[in-house]
């Protein structure tokens, strides 16, 4: 990790200036995932603002407002979560639902690379939109969210799952960190469209947010969760948190986040971070940038189709073609059935 770096400014100065920098300290800016830590809590974390990656990502897709939302939410907490790996491979979330919104996936491949999409019943949804209940609960319905780490050929993946029953990926989040990591770990996550002046009339832009902050003491005795659960099999309900006074402090200070400051490109992660811990004295790590980044190709699709029987080529053909469209990125890929004529 590259040497942490003192953030000092007064907060007047950095509400004034509104350049990329600001003396000799460089700001991250969207679509970078900040790394941070507040010694004097013993609290490490991570913070990010999607901007022109996410808007990208949703937008190609034209996804209905209620699903894009609970997809930028996926998008945030997967670059959060998959930016702390420190090996190569992926860090993958996906949810199995019985709602409208049954599925959401959102894939963090190192170093920076991250795709994502959502499946959806458009009937049900139009349904909830018109009742006006798009809440995240009604949208995901009951099921589950499976965080995965995946470190490649020849290793076993490691998966968390989470039950999803009437639960929001925010509190799924910190259901998995108490359950399966038990870290005490605490996230806020926001969602909006910013709206600017452009040619024509305005231009609406997906932005996402959010801060992820754990409990991370040298003493263990400081860590220690009373009652935790066994793990993912632990059918017990984790309801404790740690009652050291640290804790409970940044408890406190995430609690007066407001939504807008997560996402508003005027404050940034470092504003944010200074706003929250500068009573302390909090350190900020270089940022870690983010890019939406398929890793579809035309020989990866070839490579499935050669595996295909002369039977399943035929059953895939229309219109004296095949054509395959990637679910991440809409990259459509054209092949002549008489290439695998001989496979």
Request: with cysteine; net charge negative; hydrophobic share 40%.
């Amino acid at each position: 990790m590259d040497a942490p770096r003192s953030f000092v400014m007064l907060e007047t100065r950095l509400m004034a200036e509104h350049q990329p920098k600001l003396g000799e300290f460089g700001f991250a800016g969207d679509d970078h995932v900040v790394p941070y830590e507040v010694a004097p809590l013993d609290v490490r974390g991570r913070t990010v603002q999607l901007g022109l990656m996410l808007d990208a990502i949703l937008s190609r897709h034209d996804y209905p407002e209620p699903v894009a939302r609970l997809l930028a939410e996926a998008c945030v907490l997967t670059v959060l979560l998959g930016t702390s790996l420190k090996f190569e491979g992926k860090f993958i979330l996906q949810t199995r639902t019985d709602g409208p919104v049954d599925m959401l996936v959102a894939d963090f491949t190192t170093p920076n690379a991250l795709r994502a999409y959502a499946r959806f019943d458009a009937g049900r949804l139009q349904a909830l939109i018109a009742s006006g209940e798009t809440s995240q609960e009604k949208l995901l319905g009951t099921g589950v969210l499976a965080l995965t780490i995946d470190q490649g050929a020849h290793t076993q993946r490691y998966q968390g799952i989470v039950q999803l029953d009437g639960t929001s990926l925010e509190e799924a989040a910190r259901i998995y960190f108490r359950q399966s990591e038990q870290i005490p770990t605490d996230i806020r996550m926001s969602v909006a469209k910013l709206v600017t002046p452009a040619p024509g009339g305005a231009r609406e832009q997906w932005r996402a947010g959010g801060i992820l902050a754990q409990f991370l003491p040298q003493a263990p005795e400081r860590m220690r969760v009373p009652d935790i659960s066994g793990g993912d099999g632990d059918p017990r309900e984790v309801t404790h948190e740690p009652a050291d006074n640290s804790w409970q402090e940044l408890l406190a200070l995430l609690g007066t986040i407001e939504p807008t400051e997560l996402i508003d490109p005027t404050v940034g992660a470092e504003r944010l971070l200074y706003r929250l811990f500068h009573e302390h004295g909090v350190r900020v790590f270089r940022g870690v940038p983010v890019a939406d980044q398929c890793s579809c190709s035309r020989q990866k699709i070839r490579g499935i189709l050669e595996g295909f029987s002369a039977e399943e080529i035929e059953q895939s053909t229309e219109d004296g073609g095949i054509r395959v469209a990637c679910e991440f990125c809409s990259t459509q890929y054209d092949f002549d059935p008489a290439e695998f004529a001989a496979e």
